[in-house]
């Protein structure tokens, strides 16, 4: 009996493709967007690979606030200029691995003014108990990770860079924007065309950290030895 349904087959070019996408994916800060608009339709297909995502129990517990009116991005970049003071100081007093301050200084972290688009993303908590989340509380706020990475993705392959900026108070973010108090701001996400999209990560601790060689991202045990096909990849 033929299978109904079936999903579509994909070849070795259509999984090569989707992991040069994966790989050519970067955060992309203010010092690298055009003011250029972005066409609605653009957004759009962002949008739509973003209801794509997995989410647990299918609760699809993601909501979006675009925000393009400058003066609502300025008290957004005003919360981050608090904040990336406050992280300045635990840099300046040697708490995390990048060290030295003048470093910090020199990062450009957000694009919130630059970006002709920011979404701001939240979750949206469900009232009663969701499949699969009732043990792990945190499988919501997952779900909605899963629909920004699709985002991210799906700009990257139409030549849209995307930044994520965490250096915000999630609070003050919330109060700007009029979102509902149950709410939780997962992401702040800059968007908009790009002078060029570096070949690698922009952010280089200090420490030299590097992409990560795979074996060294699972914890192999006794019983559960990992086995690498490809142990040259990275
Ligand atoms: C959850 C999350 C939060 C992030 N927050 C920031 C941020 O506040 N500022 C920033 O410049 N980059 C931020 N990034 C981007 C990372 O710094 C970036 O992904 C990393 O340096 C690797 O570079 P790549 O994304 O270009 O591969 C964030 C990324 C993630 C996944």
Not at 58 to 73: D, G, L
Not at 88 to 95: D, S, T, Y
Request: some cysteine.
């Amino acid at each position: 009996m033929p299978i109904q349904n079936q999903g579509p087959h994909f070849c070795s070019d259509d999984s090569d493709l989707l992991s040069e996408i994966m790989s050519a994916r970067r955060d992309v800060r203010g010092n690298r967007f055009l003011a250029d608009e972005l066409a609605q339709e653009d957004i759009e297909q962002i949008f739509a690979a973003a209801l794509m995502a997995p989410s647990v129990g299918f609760s699809q517990p993601w909501e979006f606030i675009t925000i393009t009116n400058r003066t609502t991005k300025e008290l957004i970049a005003d919360s981050f200029f608090i904040e990336n003071e406050k992280a300045k100081a635990l840099f300046q007093a040697g708490k995390f691995e990048v060290g030295k301050l003048e470093q910090y200084q020199q990062l450009k972290l957000e694009g919130i003014l630059e970006s002709p688009l920011n979404i701001a993303v939240f979750y949206n908590p469900k009232n009663g108990p969701v499949l699969g989340q009732t043990s792990m509380p945190d499988m919501g706020r997952y779900s909605v990770v899963c629909a920004i990475q699709n985002m991210w993705l799906k700009a990257r392959s139409l030549n849209i860079g995307m930044g994520w900026v965490s250096i915000l108070d999630p609070i003050k973010v919330k109060t700007i924007l009029n979102a509902p108090q149950d709410r939780e701001l997962i992401a702040y996400l800059c968007l908009g065309k790009v002078d060029k999209v570096s070949i690698s990560p922009n952010w280089k601790p200090s420490s030299g950290r590097k992409k990560r060689h795979h074996s060294r991202s699972f914890f192999p045990t006794a019983t559960n030895k990992i086995a690498l096909a490809h142990p040259s990849i990275h």
